[in-house]
């Protein structure tokens, strides 16, 4: 019998924030969105993420709970609002007891874009601008330092001087398989997007959204094994991110890179995935946006993350987005993390990878979420 995994995409409205944790404890957390407050304004439950988190994490030997892996995609409030405060910056050494009953958690190891450092970033992401920059100093003048836990950085794409660094950059085509400066033995990371031509780009600046991180992570569940699952994400990413994305693997011999068992669909089930906005005035979707969807394993999961998708404005959630998602998989496996277990107090939906698979995991209501051995299982 191999091990588990677990993904957990929590329901944050129109929000990321997803939380992987293989069965040796390793953790990987991409883009955050914690919030304050009893309801949304839709009178909607918030769902408390932080507990939940603090649950699934690994402590220190100091007893701090700690994250080994921090995803930023992008510097947008949706994907990193209630960073400050909820997580620790600065050097490890020097966290205090006010930290530690503040249950701020240590980012081990940090990735975010060349986007992260420029002056356009909304004031959520300050804090990590910051602690970005602080990790990326003690690179250029500490590297011996920048190569502890809480000190990790890595600069997904190119640097503004449209270069590599050794040792700090993963460029597109990379495969990553070290996480927190630790072999990752169960999973392995391969980095599809930003583009060199979307960072350099004079329009950048004004889009975030292009030069979100995209990637597949590819789980095992034992030493030696096959693959048994795939997972993509890419932050708000468009179509035309995600055109290149996909010609460009097929071009250089990865189109396994392509396959997926669970996709979070690109900006809160947005119609930018398959063609521009408005709708009204780009209603056909791009043939490339519906071949990507084909590269779909047996039983696999649509995830939107967003309040519950009406079929009226604002948009996103986009119900024809919805639509076309569900031609792809059915509606029994296109899931929405805003309706999941109740409207009015959605829970996280949870997926458990083993040896036969990607199975959405059924909790009981009474069962805590954070608990991987009390829940039975439904089949994906």
């Given at each position: 019998m191999g091990d588990k995994h677990l993904i957990k995409y929590y329901p944050v409205d129109n929000a990321d924030n997803s939380l992987i944790k293989l069965s040796d404890n390793t953790t990987i957390?991409?883009?955050?969105?914690?919030?304050?407050?009893?309801?949304?304004?839709?009178?909607?439950?918030?769902?408390?993420?932080?507990?939940?988190?603090?649950?699934?994490?690994?402590k220190d030997a100091n007893d701090n709970p700690f994250v080994d892996l921090f995803v930023l995609s992008h510097p947008h409030k949706d994907h990193c609002a209630g960073f400050e405060g909820n997580y620790?910056?600065?050097?490890?050494?020097?966290?205090?007891?006010?930290?530690?009953?503040?249950?701020?958690?240590?980012?081990?190891?940090?990735?975010?874009?060349?986007?992260?450092?420029?002056?356009?970033?909304?004031?959520?992401?300050?804090?990590?601008?910051?602690?970005?920059?602080?990790?990326?100093?003690?690179?250029?003048?500490?590297?011996?330092?920048?190569?502890?836990?809480g000190n990790r950085l890595h600069i997904i794409g190119y640097t503004k001087d449209?270069?590599?660094?050794?040792?700090?950059?993963?460029?597109?085509?990379?495969?990553?398989?070290?996480?927190?400066?630790?072999y990752c033995n169960y999973a392995s990371i391969f980095i599809h997007a930003p583009f060199?031509?979307?960072?350099?780009?004079?329009?950048?600046?004004?889009?975030?959204?292009a030069t979100s991180i995209v990637f597949q992570i590819s789980f095992k569940t034992s030493l030696f094994g096959e693959i048994k699952s795939r997972a993509i994400f890419g932050g708000d990413a468009d179509h035309?991110?995600?055109?290149?994305?996909?010609?460009?693997?097929?071009?250089?011999?990865?189109?396994?890179?392509?396959?997926?068992?669970?996709?979070?669909?690109?900006?809160?089930?947005?119609?930018?995935?398959?063609?521009?906005?408005?709708?009204?005035?780009h209603t056909e979707p791009m043939d490339y946006s519906l071949a990507l969807l084909d590269y779909k394993e047996k039983g696999a999961h649509v995830i939107a993350s967003s309040k519950k998708i009406k079929n009226e404005k604002p948009n996103p959630p986009h119900y024809p987005a919805k639509e076309e998602y569900v031609k792809k998989v059915g509606t029994g496996?296109?899931?929405?993390?805003?309706?999941?277990?109740s409207e009015t107090a959605p829970k996280p939906l949870e997926f458990e990878i083993s040896d036969s698979g990607t199975k959405l995991k059924k909790v009981a209501t009474t069962v805590a979420t954070g608990m991987l051995?009390?829940?039975?299982?439904?089949?994906?």
């Open positions: 957390q991409v883009d955050c969105q914690i919030r304050e407050g009893e309801e949304n304004s839709d009178g909607v439950k918030i769902y408390d993420v932080k507990k939940d988190m603090l649950k699934e994490l690994q620790y910056c600065g050097d490890p050494d020097n966290y205090s007891d006010d930290n530690r009953e503040n249950e701020e958690i240590i980012i081990g190891e940090l990735w975010v874009t060349q986007m992260v450092f420029g002056n356009s970033i909304c004031d959520e992401a300050v804090a990590i601008r910051k602690e970005a920059k602080r990790r990326r100093k003690l690179f250029e003048e500490k590297p011996w330092e920048a190569n502890k836990q449209d270069s590599v660094v050794d040792g700090l950059n993963y460029i597109p085509g990379s495969t990553v398989d070290t996480i927190n400066g630790k060199k031509s979307d960072l350099v780009s004079e329009t950048a600046n004004d889009d975030h959204n035309y991110i995600w055109e290149k994305v996909k010609t460009i693997s097929e071009d250089n011999g990865n189109s396994d890179k392509l396959k997926w068992n669970l996709f979070l669909a690109p900006h809160h089930c947005s119609w930018s995935f398959f063609n521009d906005r408005p709708y009204e005035d496996y296109f899931r929405n993390t805003g309706v999941n277990k051995g009390n829940s039975s299982l439904r089949a994906g």
